[in-house]
């Protein structure tokens, strides 16, 4: 018989390898699995694309708001002096019966609103495990920006009618007596109301992208929760237990790409309200409206997201980003 030349190797390395225990076996055929359940599946074109998308409008909405408020600030009083000095000419959105102004500056909170509320229902699913009692808490962060807009803005008219009186038109602009509010003088005696108007514009404008800027703060650590729901299901969980962890990470999976498209939405808001308040500066109201304007706008998002909402005795309402899995990271970090 012929002798196999490599036959001694093989017997020699068949002879060095030790029987392998159940239990070892058992380990191994666990982290393979874990290692093949960690493998990301092949990504198609359109889902590509759709990334790529994502990355590029998330990034106007993750500038931080207290940057935000500063750059409004400054931007409000700087270009209005600036608007003021120098003579610009008139383009179509400046018009105030443009179909922007009418279509989505009048209604400028309803859409904000409208976009916002599926964007914290689809966050606010993944985040509590859809727990509906702190869904609720999550949702209800827009009744205080409703509350924040009504009450700003019915103030504002206040001020118009405790500082205004009511003119004849011009070219004689005479003092019509006895009449002290607006909607009398423009409807009874066809005349001009005269008085302090704080631009309900710009601080609509600035309000909406302030809110819009707090709520989605929380995407710069969405890929992360994602990474730490995966942990957790994967180790049995030590933050959560075994039934939340399972649930939230099948949550996240199903919601994430409607949380992608509702933050696309709301970039495509957020730079139509930044342009819309660019033209609200460059041609109406004074410099000292505008102004006091912006300033109620940050006092307002300030008090509600700075005082109100960090609040830890609250019952009825929680913070943006809120969960039992701590994911969100140090600012700077």
């Not at 962060?141 to 004849?168: K, Q």
């Not at 139509?272 to 006092?299: G, N, Q």
Request: hydrophobic fraction near 45%.
């Amino acid at each position: 018989m012929r002798r196999d030349p490599g036959g001694s190797a093989v017997h020699k390395f068949s002879k060095q390898r030790m029987p392998m225990s159940s239990s070892s076996g058992g380990a191994d055929q666990t982290s393979s699995a874990s290692a093949k359940k960690s493998i990301p599946e092949p990504m198609s074109v359109q889902g590509f694309f759709g990334i790529c998308l994502y990355q590029i409008m998330k990034k106007p909405l993750l500038v931080p708001p207290e940057v935000r408020a500063c750059v409004y600030l400054c931007a409000v009083a700087a270009l209005s002096v600036v608007f003021d000095l120098v003579p610009i000419p008139r383009i179509f959105l400046a018009n105030k019966r443009s179909f922007w102004n009418l279509a989505f500056i009048k209604w400028g909170w309803a859409w904000t609103f409208v976009c916002l509320s599926f964007y914290i229902l689809f966050t606010s699913v993944v985040l509590t495990g859809q727990s509906r009692t702190l869904m609720r808490k999550h949702l209800s962060r827009l009744l205080f920006g409703t509350a924040g807009w009504y009450v700003c803005t019915n103030a504002f008219h206040a001020v118009e009618n405790a500082t205004g009186r009511c003119v004849s038109q011009p070219p004689k602009s005479v003092h019509i007596q006895g009449v002290t509010d607006r909607g009398d003088c423009q409807r009874q005696h066809n005349g001009v109301w005269l008085g302090f108007d704080i631009s309900g514009h710009v601080f609509l404008l600035t309000w909406c992208n302030l809110v819009i800027s707090e709520e989605v703060a929380l995407l710069r650590d969405w890929t992360r929760l994602g990474g730490l729901l995966r942990e957790e299901t994967e180790t049995g969980g030590r933050r959560l237990t075994a039934e939340l962890a399972d649930r939230m990470w099948r949550l996240y999976q199903r919601h994430t790409f409607a949380v992608r498209c509702s933050a696309i939405c709301l970039s495509c808001l957020s730079l139509l309200w930044d342009l819309m308040l660019c033209i609200t500066v460059a041609y109406f109201h004074s410099m000292p409206s505008k102004l006091v304007a912006a300033l109620c706008s940050v006092a307002s998002w300030a008090v509600v997201y700075r005082l109100v909402l960090r609040q830890q005795n609250l019952s009825f309402v929680c913070p943006p980003g809120q969960s039992e899995l701590k994911f969100i990271s140090a600012p700077g970090s």
